[in-house]
């Protein structure tokens, strides 16, 4: 089922020890990850502090790219599904200064409400 749920797009959770050792470089003194989640080759990283949004470019994936989010900079977000036929659902995040939202799509996955439960969490308290 891991093939099917990456082909659709459907986000899985990540081990978290394997995370912190590769993040340790770009994580400040007292930040921990505390989720995180991949949607075929990019990752949602939630820590204490912000999150972490990891989008592999490229065919071979080698050039990776991490936007990291302030939990206080993030103005609304937004879950958007046409329902129960629907293999879709978007995820949308505005962050402060910026006219677009970040748009992501998961396939049909619970998920996809866990991770919006995480960002209701740090954001809304």
Do not use: C
């Amino acid at each position: 089922m891991g093939l099917f749920n990456a082909i659709m797009g459907n986000a899985s959770a990540v081990d978290i020890v394997k995370l912190r050792e590769e993040y340790t470089p770009i994580l400040v003194p007292g930040e921990n990850i505390e989720k995180a989640f991949k949607v075929i080759r990019d990752m949602f990283v939630f820590t204490n502090k912000r999150f972490i949004l990891v989008d592999k470019q490229g065919i071979t994936g080698s050039k990776v790219e991490y936007l990291s989010i302030p939990y206080s900079s993030v103005i609304k977000f937004s879950k958007e599904s046409a329902g129960l036929m629907d293999l879709d659902a978007d995820l949308k995040i505005w962050v402060r200064g910026e006219v677009q939202p970040i748009v992501k799509k998961f396939g049909k996955d619970n998920n996809i409400n866990e991770v919006y439960q995480i960002l209701g969490q740090h954001i809304l308290g």
